[in-house]
């Protein structure tokens, strides 16, 4: 029975982790749309290795720190999928600038 | 990736991936790391197969969509009149080679019908290896093999070798069968896919099961819905056989497509003896029809003797058929009349 009670807890405690998780990946995620924009004002490739690579690195070190559960290359694969994620939002703002410079290209007679 | 690719050439792959407009999945493994690739761009596999640190590109989509269980996840039924093709009926079409007189086409006719196929096959226009062979009677051979079929209550399929003859055989055909040199005659496939009657569509001696769907892809691209695949053998290292009956593409395509899959047992092997043998596993293996060369008298046929059966045989491979076929759940010709011949 107290197992079974602290199992709930504990689940109630992931649950309310997550929500933080979402939150921060959102915040992440509206970062990397800026990052996408002025990229794109720069003329600089969506996909830059080395900056994937400093990431990476960035955040292995503050995981070592930690000495948790979690190895290093967990968090570099959990990384890989959300720089992934980073690299479409990416993608798809490059998309929707190209269509509209068409659009706007053959509106002005381009 | 391969094991010992470089940081800088996985880095490669992916700059160009990205900017072929593909979003990127890295995985980083144990020993190796694989990229998965999706998008809606137009990437040639084989440029990326071709940079270094690329171990091997694997494509997951089909280049073939309305061939595909993808695009269309129930079975196909073809319906042709009171025939339904695909559905849980083998259905068997057989005759002989060509037509070759009134007498051959009707007394094979009636002993088709007898043993319970359900379309008659026979060719007019025959495509020989040989400029030398007998090359059919043509519109005359048509006119033989619709009367027998009428005579006896059966479909008929006839080959259609060139687009020429498309409209001639439809005024006699219920079904136009594309054989296997022209599999990949795609102008005919085009003039077909515009037709509105089914064709059976032979595999091509050396084609691989995606090229012989991406054949009928022609055909259904076109609007024509109602393709029959049909596996007759193709070449190998082997001598004894005339080919290598693949009954492997049974299940295989079955998986792939929703289109219907017929095995023909006699050109794969080529020799009457060992037709049987193999239409008994064509069926066992889920094929959901057969077609099989039956001569009234294959010593004198004009073409193909070797590997046309005799009535009796066929009779008796019909009667093998009818306790197989239940073993996996279809039926075959379940008419008394079919009874009556398997009695005898």
Known sequence: ?110 | MKERASDTEVEAVIASLVEMGMDVHRSTGASRIVLGVVGGGKADPRLIELMAGVHEVLRITQPYKLASRTFKPEDTIITIADLRIGGDEVIVIAGPCSAESEEQVHVTAAAVKRAGAKILRGGAFKPRSSPYSFQGMGEAGLQLLRSGANAHDLKLVTEVMDASQIEVIGKYADIYQVGARNMQNFTLLRELGRTRKPILLKRGIAATMEEWLLSAEYILAGGNTDVILCERGIRTFETFTRNTLDLSAIPIVKELSHLPIFVDPSHGMGRRDKVAPMARAAVAAGADGLIIEVHNDPDHALSDGAQSMFPSQFDRLMAELRIIAPAIGRSICLEPVARRGWAR
């Not at chain 1, 190895?71 to 509209?100: F, N, P, S, T």
Request: some cysteine; overall charge negative.
């Open chain 1, 1 to 110: 029975m107290a197992a079974e009670l602290n199992l709930e807890a504990l689940r109630n405690e992931i649950d309310q982790i997550d929500e933080v998780i979402v939150r921060l990946l959102d915040s992440r995620a509206r970062c990397a749309y800026a990052v996408g924009r002025l990229k794109h004002e720069l003329g600089r490739p969506i996909y830059e290795p080395a900056r994937e690579a400093a990431v990476i690195a960035h955040v292995r070190q503050v995981n070592q720190a930690l000495g948790g559960p979690l190895d290093g290359d967990a968090v570099a694969r959990l990384y890989e999928r959300i720089m992934d994620e980073a690299r479409r939002i990416q993608r798809l703002e490059a998309d929707r600038d190209a269509r509209d410079k068409a659009k706007s290209d053959s509106e002005a007679g381009l």
